[in-house]
């Protein structure tokens, strides 16, 4: 390796994942305090109580995408609005376990569609068939890095 030239920063595949990530949690940012006067964080945990419903905070962060810390702060946001019940855990004393309120599932409805419009908007670019392919390619990385032992 000591005689091969360094590529530029630019041509990293996870460069370019990381800028892409960027822009489109800017974009989406954007569109969830518009349309829907939520936070980016916020309306993650939404989502995922409302796709995955109940979960404690540790799994809520786990699929959100978020740390614990940030999971909690957007749960308790979402639980003052009234958009999520926070209940004692059957399973663990200590525990919270979270659910969508009727308020939070028709507003979930809401995050769901905006989200789908996002990826509309994001992938358009792309035919049906690369589409595809990349849900393919992602779910094949995913893999990859869960079987390696790597957080995904």
């Known amino acids: 390796m000591g005689t091969e030239p360094i590529p530029s920063l630019q041509d990293f595949l996870t460069y370019r994942l990381h800028r892409l990530n960027k822009l489109t949690d800017r974009h989406s940012s954007e569109a969830y305090a518009a ?8 309306a993650r945990c939404l989502a995922a109580i409302g796709e995955f419903a109940p979960l404690s ?28 019940l926070k209940s004692a855990s059957d399973a663990d004393a200590r525990g919270v376990v979270l659910t969508p309120t009727r308020s939070g599932k028709l507003l979930w409805k809401r995050v769901m569609r905006l989200i789908a419009q996002r990826n509309a908007d994001i ?30």
Do not use: P, W, Y
């Open 35 to 42: 349309s829907l006067g939520l936070g980016v964080g916020e």
């Open 57 to 84: 905070v540790n799994d809520l962060a786990a699929r959100a995408n978020l740390n614990k810390a940030q999971a909690s702060r957007a749960a308790q946001m979402l639980v003052e609005r009234e958009l999520v």
């Open 123 to 152: 992938f358009g670019c792309l035919s049906s068939s690369e589409q595809r392919q990349l849900e393919t390619f992602f779910d094949r990385l995913i893999a990859h890095s869960l079987k390696d032992g790597r957080r995904a």
